[in-house]
């Protein structure tokens, strides 16, 4: 064989491997990032897999209140697994598991999944969301199922902005009210033109985050 016969065949053999190598990976992304961002937390152990794992913290830097943990849960066992804890391993932290309809264990279903996060989905709140660390930062967030046992990897703490925004908490921080001092009053002389509330219609400060809450 000549020397460019030869060299004609090395270069069909290393497109074919070249092609060959980027259609393997492209069905691979495809079957991986179905749902699944990839710079969010997954693993595996067992017969369970944790996908698109994040804490969400609220959207404003500085507001206090709850934090929620989203993520996908499969079962590819023979037996449903439940969910008997969530935990901030090296926090105070407590985390509240609700399934998605009605009360009870969160359990994952024999060969089925669960969806954590997100309007009408079963849901893990912290109750005092600066506990999960700063927007940014990375916590540890470790799962308990009845059958594999404790599964924990980390996740990254985000705000409930952009694409996170609809998995975010329900409960928003209901906005302080602010003094305005009238310009007629004189210090230490009540002002002229307001009276006091009469009994019984004062306004609740909870019954008003109740229903800042609900128009969220």
Not at 52 to 59: C, F, G, S, V, W
Not at 169 to 176: D, I, Q, Y
Request: charged share 15%.
């Amino acid at each position: 064989m000549s020397r460019s016969l030869r060299h004609g065949a090395l270069a069909a053999t290393a497109l074919v491997f070249s092609i060959a190598t980027l259609s393997a990976c492209g069905a691979g992304n495809d079957a991986q990032s179905l749902q699944v961002r990839p710079d969010n937390a997954a693993t595996a152990v067992d017969s369970i897999k944790i996908q698109n794992l994040n804490i969400i913290t609220q959207p404003e830097p500085d507001a206090e209140g709850p934090a929620v943990i989203a993520a996908t849960l499969f079962n590819d066992g023979t037996k449903q697994e439940v969910v008997e804890k969530v935990t901030l391993p090296g926090t105070d932290a407590t985390v509240e598991l609700k399934p998605a309809k009605g009360k009870g264990p969160l359990v994952v279903p024999a060969g089925g999944r669960v969806i954590i996060g997100g309007k009408n989905n079963a849901s893990a709140v912290i109750e005092n969301g600066r506990q999960a660390g700063a927007d940014g930062s990375v916590q540890t967030v470790a799962f308990t199922f009845s059958e594999t046992g404790d599964v924990a990897l980390d996740a990254s703490v985000v705000p409930a902005t952009s694409f996170f925004e609809g998995f975010g908490p329900n409960t928003l921080p209901s906005a302080k009210p602010t003094a305005t001092p009238s310009d007629s009053a004189t210090p230490g002389e009540p002002s002229t033109g307001q009276s006091e509330s009469p009994a019984g219609t004062e306004t609740d400060p909870a019954a008003g985050a109740e229903h800042e809450a609900a128009t969220h």
